[in-house]
């Protein structure tokens, strides 16, 4: 068994659209369907598939369930959920009942330097006590706060997405960072 854990689904050409890629990127606005996933990976000897949603709709989320019952290709889903708002808790139960939703991720905004002036800590509870897996990065700046959640939610399972956000120049990660991760 060989699962592709980070792939993104889109179609353009909803009738909704989509907000992201941007229509101005040549090379990623374009369909991406479960059809071209398998076309790529099955020949590499992929059996499955795990899709991160990559746009700010949460009803994106439901597009991909969807996708998922008539696709046994994809086996999870990583939902994009924010946290921080007053409907997060509802909307992790909304998904939480389907086994191909298996966790959450957020991007955008520095949740990680608002530990404790907002509801950020008891929403990463909620996914802590729905067994749901935290796929996230975070900035060089928020490194330190990232495992202050982790010290506080020791049964958060946590994926670090994208090398945990460090800045790619060429040179050396800055040795806080490297120290911390």
């Known amino acids: 068994v060989i699962i592709d854990t980070h792939i993104h689904l889109y179609e353009p050409m909803r009738p909704e659209g989509i907000s992201w ?3 101005k990127n040549k090379l990623l606005y374009r369909s991406t369907l479960p059809v071209h996933a ?3 990976s099955v020949p590499e000897g992929v059996t499955g598939i795990v899709v991160v949603e990559a746009t700010d709709w949460v009803d994106d989320n439901q597009w991909i369930l ?3 019952q008539e696709e046994p290709f994809i086996v ?7 946290p921080c708002r007053d409907d997060f808790a509802h909307q992790v139960q909304r998904f939480v009942d389907n086994p191909i939703f298996q966790g959450i991720r957020f991007r955008g905004k520095p949740y990680y330097l608002e530990l404790d002036s907002s509801s950020f800590m008891a929403d990463m509870e ?8 935290l796929d996230t990065m975070f900035s060089e700046e928020e490194t330190e706060n990232f495992f202050t959640v982790l010290d506080r939610l020791p049964d958060l399972r946590v994926m670090i ?5 460090v800045k790619v120049d060429g040179n050396k990660p800055d040795s806080k960072w490297t120290d911390t991760m």
Not at 76 to 82: E, I, M, S
Not at 126 to 133: A, G, R, S, W
Not at 161 to 165: A, F, R, S
């Open 21 to 23: 890629p941007d229509p």
């Open 38 to 40: 398998k076309a790529q």
């Open 66 to 68: 969807d996708l998922a």
């Open 76 to 82: 999870g889903l990583v939902g994009r959920l924010d």
């Open 126 to 133: 909620t996914v802590m006590k729905k067994d749901l897996v």
């Open 161 to 165: 997405e994208h090398i945990g956000g």
